[in-house]
């Protein structure tokens, strides 16, 4: 049984087009993570929500919004998609310890 | 500046060869530190978790922190080729909803 996992595992769409990333964990965790990583590999948080309330919000844009609808999943939807939204983008969970457990994350291509 | 330095390599080395990755870090705040191994289209796994400065080891891995020199590293011993991946280090402040700031890792590769 996969830990965490995220659907889709690719994703290519258009420009100004909205996508959703879903993702679930089956550990138990209370606290669930969005990361994005570029390019050149860094690896840089996104959001964090503990049981399902949100407790980290970087500097992302409007455009991106999570939703917990229980605290062993969280998802995430993009609206208004950009070139510079493509990314690899991770799905983590955690017990209240910075030991992060990581999906196999999802490869985001705007065209 | 970036709160977290680390060398991207590439870093290739013989089979058998020990291997030393480095981070270093600007947030005095930091008190957590993790080393995640991470494969080509996989998402990253922890490979050793430290709290404050001092060494730990686990098997053929050995994990330092030097909190007075704000430097971490990380020590493969006999590399195998099944070691090649990055290592990306990362560090938490703690004290509460961790939020973990990464290093942009280093890619090993150990030649057969």
């Known amino acids: 049984d996969t830990a965490v996992s995220q659907t889709p595992k690719y994703l290519v769409t258009q420009m100004g087009n909205d996508k959703s990333i879903k993702c679930e964990q089956n550990?138990?965790?209370?606290?669930m993570y969005w990361y994005k990583q570029d390019s050149k590999k860094f690896l840089k948080i996104m959001f964090s929500?503990?049981?399902?309330?949100?407790?980290i919000n970087e500097t992302v844009p409007n455009r991106f919004s999570p939703k917990s609808p229980d605290k062993a999943h969280l998802n995430l939807h993009i609206n208004s998609l950009e070139l510079g939204d493509s990314a690899v983008y991770f799905c983590?969970?955690?017990?209240?310890?910075?030991?992060?457990?990581f999906g196999s994350g999802t490869q985001l291509s705007v065209l | 500046q970036k709160e977290v330095e680390q060398d991207p390599g590439p870093l290739s080395v013989p089979e058998g060869a020990i291997v030393s990755l480095n981070c270093t870090y600007s947030n005095s705040a930091f008190q957590y530190f993790m080393w995640y191994r991470q494969y080509s289209r996989k998402g990253p796994e922890l490979l050793m978790y430290t709290y404050s400065s001092g060494n730990k080891e686990d098997g053929r891995f050995t994990a330092q922190v030097d909190k007075s020199s704000k430097y971490i590293s990380l020590f493969i011993r006999d590399s195998q080729p099944s070691d090649s991946a990055t290592y990306l280090c990362?560090?938490?402040?703690?004290?509460?909803?961790?939020?973990?700031?990464f290093g942009t890792g280093t890619k090993l590769q150990v030649i057969p």
């Open positions: 929500y503990n049981n399902k309330e949100l407790i």
């Open positions: 550990l138990g965790h209370d606290t």
């Open positions: 983590a969970s955690s017990f209240g310890t910075e030991k992060l457990f």
């Open positions: 990362a560090m938490s402040a703690g004290g509460g909803y961790q939020k973990v700031t």
